[in-house]
């Protein structure tokens, strides 16, 4: 990875929203479709999930958000993983997990899971190569993969 990479945490709710809109289109569906108000959406991002872009040099090139406030169940959910069309394949995506990894550890996080489409094969390649399995089908074309920490805590990738 190039020197000038780095992953900050982002906090503040403007700089959420301003992810989430650059990126909605990204996905498909965008994410305003999915969500309605990004505004809200944000905020909701805000309040209860863990954020991280990541930077090449001043250039924001990709975010993952993640929840990791499930005590009881020390159960951590992926919601929101893109790195730019501009920026793919070097390894930020990969990047991103290992950051998700690193803090669901350090918050106690047992297991890792989300939903994911059936059809996003760059994506599902990505999540087997970082050790999820398939967990279950849901609704649609949707399916479930989980991970779950070693027996020191630690989500590890090969
Ligand atoms: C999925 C996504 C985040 C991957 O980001 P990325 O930075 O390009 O991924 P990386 O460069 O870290 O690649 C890591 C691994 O993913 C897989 N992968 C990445 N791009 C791939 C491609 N075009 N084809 C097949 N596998 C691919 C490979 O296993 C790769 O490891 P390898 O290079 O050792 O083979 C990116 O494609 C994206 O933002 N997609 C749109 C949004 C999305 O679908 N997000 C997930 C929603 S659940």
Redesign the pocket.
């Known amino acids: 990875m190039k020197d000038d990479v780095t992953i900050v945490q982002c906090k503040d709710v403007s700089t959420i929203f301003g992810l989430v809109q650059k ?1 909605s289109d ?3 569906p965008p994410i305003t479709s999915r969500v309605g108000d990004l505004h809200l959406y944000a905020a909701k991002l805000q309040q209860n999930a863990t954020l991280y872009c990541l930077k090449e040099g001043s250039e924001i ?2 975010c993952i958000a993640f929840y990791c406030n499930d005590v009881a169940g020390r159960t951590g959910y ?1 919601t ?6 501009a ?11 290992k950051t998700m990894f690193q803090v669901a550890e350090s918050c106690g996080m047992k297991s890792i899971r ?4 059936a059809n ?4 599902i ?5 970082c050790g999820f399995t398939y967990e279950k089908e849901s609704q649609l074309d949707k399916i479930y993969m989980c991970k779950t920490c070693d027996e020191t805590g630690a989500f590890t990738v090969d």
């Open positions: 990126f990204c996905f498909t090139a990709g992926l929101l993983l893109v790195v730019d069309e920026f793919r394949g070097k390894g930020y995506g990969l990047a991103l997990m989300f939903e994911v489409s996003n094969r760059v994506a390649k990505l999540y087997l190569k």
